[in-house]
């Protein structure tokens, strides 16, 4: 019996399973991914588990349905979230994830889509996967996007460039005055 009580969390009918590939369950890839190649099928399901396992590790949890976030894109009653991948098509050692929250102004955005790169980035988490660099983008339709990503860029470059932005948040690109007017909390 869970310790909290989570009132939207619903029955195991509602969950696809991790081997499954469920495109209508899926939100359709962004603008992140075009001219990437998408990951479909046993490719998709593959990689999804091991987000299930590293994603367990760091406890990249959604506080709002109580669960792993990698277990959204398997929520049938959000067909519309969760997390696309594609193969950079310039570098295939590069995994590019687009994450797509269950609302445009979902305030746990920002903070899931770095708990994921940090997650998928980290050396010390769960099993390895097949990619040098995980790139990690919030699709357009979260009204803080531009923010968001903005932030993940920045990210991204501190890790190209050496910097352990892996292990906890003061190891991450410091805030501006407008960016934290701009939060939620």
Known sequence: MPIVPRPWSSDEEDFDDYDAFVPEHLPDPG???????????????????????RFEARTVYDATFGYNLARLSLDARHPDAGYRYAVDADDPGVLRAEFTPTTEFCPQSDTLATASFRAWNAD????????????????????ASERINGRLAELETAHCEGDDVTGGTTDAPSTTAADDRAMPF
């Open 124 to 143: 010390d988490v769960g099993s390895p996967h097949e990619f040098d660099f995980v790139r990690v983008r919030v699709a357009p339709t979260h009204e």
């Open 31 to 53: 603008p992140f991914l075009d001219g990437h190649a998408v990951l479909t099928g046993g490719d998709h399901a593959a990689f999804h588990r091991l987000t299930r396992d």
